[in-house]
């Protein structure tokens, strides 16, 4: 658990029972991973209006899926394939779920969710438009950056989320943007599938993506929560680059 | 491990290290569960010409994602979700990676494949085409089904496979008429992305598939590998339909 800037180490894991030991280390010395390790991803696409340009508004949430193996935490690199041209990131608000939830009704959803940590759903967008399904688009490895660390109690309905590029702000929204809140899908996934402990959901980018190149950084902060780190470099460079 | 009629217990995963104990239990009166817990399943669109139809032939393998959440082993039922339409059996060729593997040559995929297994990869019609992506269409609860168990030294380029729904044969063919072979399309998949130990590659399904309706019983044999069983039923019936 981190307070203020140290970590205290606890026994059990994220979402179960858990007991601090007493033990604590400054975050400055801490490696943070990935805050869980998800069972399965789902991602809602189009989900802003100022996302979706001249496409049609969706009639109802349009989930994806994304893969565990993709997953990296903040500090880690995201890595550019040399086959898939243009890659962008994509700032999202991610739900971290917390209880198996099957046919919820979106009044319930707070009770199944745990917290909440930013997220970035990396996309090649060649890969993208080219592809029948989305499965390297969104899912080669490094393509699915969340972090630093999970915080509960937040109102899904109102947190800024802005993303920066070398300093630069690219993507700024708030989720009471989105078309479909984010208790809408997540009630809305689960009439299709079971949700589980330390599951996933995106819930949408903002706004206008910007090309990556290696060597940039890029930042998605959400209020409340803090700030997604990771730099970029080409496939097969040294960690250095 | 099973041999002829028997469960030999063993201590350890399938994929590590195992030893028999000497325990053994008739098959008949052992409930085979899912052969391996998967923690990423892909799997190939497009990849029979007779099941293409009028589509166009792919100039690449089409993978696709399915959920471990979705996953049910031999015996258990398929469940026809209320407010899907018409579902699919899609009885394929499953292989289960054995080792971690990342920009295979198509040469040295046979070292990274610990066996293959029968897979009925249910598809929901309506959800297929009319959602963005095959979230649901692919990934509903026990849209899965894999077993009854994994077979090891068999020759990918010559399976055969055949599907009965009630016991009337409704899709056969052997893996020598795929598009892509399994050896190109696990070799492509790791262009893009890391597989995992237990990770499941479904391979394709050929020719036309038949509409499931509660009540019915499918089998997807494999040649050198078995029968996998799933009866149907609808959503909210209680397992006996």
Same mark, same amino acid.
């Given at each position: 658990m981190v307070r203020g800037r140290r970590v205290h180490l606890v026994r059990g894991g994220p979402l179960g029972t858990r007991q601090e030991t007493g033990e604590t280390y400054p975050l400055s010395q801490v490696q943070l991973l990935p805050p869980v390790k998800a069972g399965k991803i789902v991602a809602i696409g189009l989900n802003y209006y100022t996302h979706i340009g001249?496409?049609?508004?969706?009639?109802?949430?349009?989930?994806?899926?994304?893969?565990?193996?993709?997953?990296?935490?903040?500090?880690?690199?995201?890595?550019?394939?040399?086959?898939?041209?243009?890659? @962008?990131?994509?700032?999202?608000?991610?739900?971290?779920?917390?209880?198996?939830?099957?046919?919820?009704?979106?009044?319930?959803?707070? @009770?199944?969710?745990?917290?909440?940590?930013?997220?970035?759903?990396?996309?090649?967008?060649?890969?993208?438009?080219?592809?029948?399904?989305?499965?390297?688009?969104?899912?080669?490895?490094?393509?699915?950056?969340?972090?630093?660390?999970?915080?509960?109690?937040?109102?899904?309905?109102?947190?800024?989320?802005?993303?920066?590029?070398?300093?630069?702000e690219v993507q700024r929204a708030n989720t009471s943007e989105l078309i479909y809140s984010i208790r809408k899908c997540i009630a809305f996934i689960t009439s299709a599938m079971t949700l589980e402990p330390g599951d996933l959901v995106f819930t949408g980018t903002p706004g206008a993506t910007t090309q990556l190149n290696a060597g940039d950084s890029v930042e998605v902060e959400v209020g409340g929560i803090g700030i997604l780190v990771n730099r970029v470099r080409a496939e097969g460079a040294g960690a250095g680059e």
């Amino acid at each position: 658990m981190v307070r203020g800037r140290r970590v205290h180490l606890v026994r059990g894991g994220p979402l179960g029972t858990r007991q601090e030991t007493g033990e604590t280390y400054p975050l400055s010395q801490v490696q943070l991973l990935p805050p869980v390790k998800a069972g399965k991803i789902v991602a809602i696409g189009l989900n802003y209006y100022t996302h979706i340009g001249d496409r049609a508004i969706p009639s109802k949430p349009e989930p994806f899926l994304k893969t565990p193996s993709s997953v990296i935490g903040t500090g880690d690199a995201i890595v550019l394939p040399s086959d898939a041209g243009r890659v @962008d990131e994509e700032g999202e608000v991610v739900a971290v779920i917390g209880r198996r939830a099957r046919n919820l009704r979106e009044e319930d959803v707070d @009770d199944y969710v745990f917290g909440y940590t930013c997220g970035n759903d990396v996309s090649a967008r060649e890969w993208q438009a080219g592809d029948l399904q989305w499965w390297r688009a969104k899912s080669s490895d490094t393509f699915t950056a969340v972090g630093p660390w999970i915080v509960t109690g937040l109102n899904p309905d109102d947190m800024d989320i802005a993303v920066r590029v070398n300093g630069k702000e690219v993507q700024r929204a708030n989720t009471s943007e989105l078309i479909y809140s984010i208790r809408k899908c997540i009630a809305f996934i689960t009439s299709a599938m079971t949700l589980e402990p330390g599951d996933l959901v995106f819930t949408g980018t903002p706004g206008a993506t910007t090309q990556l190149n290696a060597g940039d950084s890029v930042e998605v902060e959400v209020g409340g929560i803090g700030i997604l780190v990771n730099r970029v470099r080409a496939e097969g460079a040294g960690a250095g680059e």
